[in-house]
């Protein structure tokens, strides 16, 4: 039971780098998000996705893109990393949006340097 | 908008204490859903509880308790003789529906972090 994958579980990069976060579950969610974690600011919501082929921001969207290309994986771009951007993100799945609980992945832990 | 609030950012207690989390909410939807969820050290995070917005009856599972009262819009949690294995961070969250919410969009709390001690 996989459920919620998420890869890779540590990453630094310099500042301008770009990178690309992937999400995957295993257990047809329509609903899929990504919240960064920072202290003291609890779990803030990036994007999410209610369906393949759809993307929607969340409550800090700037400098991140989304994809939701395949039902199964959401994918977390940066196109020019900053380091207002270290923080540790997590994927989450539901069944049912906001009605359901959320599976969430383990975490990415990335510094920006 | 939708606002969750979890004025209490530390927790200590000694073991055996018990001890409640205060959640408190803002929204203009007339449903929606909240949530608790637990954060071990190990940083994976854990469902704890769903409660809807009609539902104003207060849940029990073991020495877990929730009072979710709409009057005052909190949703609190209780740990009942705490145990060392309860020392994590405590997040609330909230989704609504029929508003000016977007439908799936779940908001978090700012969290709780309690450490019980031996």
């Known amino acids: 039971n996989a459920g919620v994958t998420q890869t890779p579980k540590f990453r630094v990069l310099k500042t301008g780098q770009s990178m690309t976060l992937l999400c995957a579950q295993d257990?047809?969610?329509?609903?899929m998000y990504w919240y960064r974690q920072d202290p003291g600011m609890g779990l803030r919501l990036i994007h999410y996705?209610?369906?393949?082929?759809?993307?929607a921001k969340g409550e800090v969207p700037d400098g991140y893109n989304v994809s939701r290309l395949k039902k199964q994986n959401f994918l977390l771009g940066l196109e020019s990393a900053a380091p207002s951007q270290t923080s540790v993100y997590f994927c989450a799945s539901s069944y049912g949006g906001g009605r359901e609980k959320l599976f969430f992945g383990s975490g990415t832990q990335l510094s920006v340097l | 908008a939708q606002k969750v609030t979890q004025a209490q950012t530390e927790i200590s207690v000694v073991e055996k204490e018990d001890v409640t989390l205060d959640c408190v909410y803002e929204?203009?939807?007339?449903?929606?859903?909240l949530f608790w969820y637990k954060q071990p050290p190990s940083g994976e995070l854990v469902f704890l509880i769903r409660r809807n917005s009609f539902d104003e009856q207060n849940e029990i599972s073991g020495r877990y308790s929730w009072n979710f009262q709409k009057s005052t819009s909190s949703f609190n949690f209780t740990i009942t003789a705490s145990q060392v294995v309860d020392s994590a961070v405590y997040f609330c969250?909230?989704?609504?529906?029929?508003?000016?919410?977007?439908?799936?969009?779940?908001?978090f709390g700012q969290g709780t972090t309690l450490q019980v001690k031996p």
């Open positions: 996705s209610v369906g393949e082929g759809t993307t």
């Open positions: 969250a909230l989704s609504g529906f029929g508003g000016s919410s977007n439908t799936g969009k779940l908001i």
């Open positions: 257990m047809n969610h329509e609903y």
């Open positions: 929204t203009r939807d007339t449903t929606y859903y």
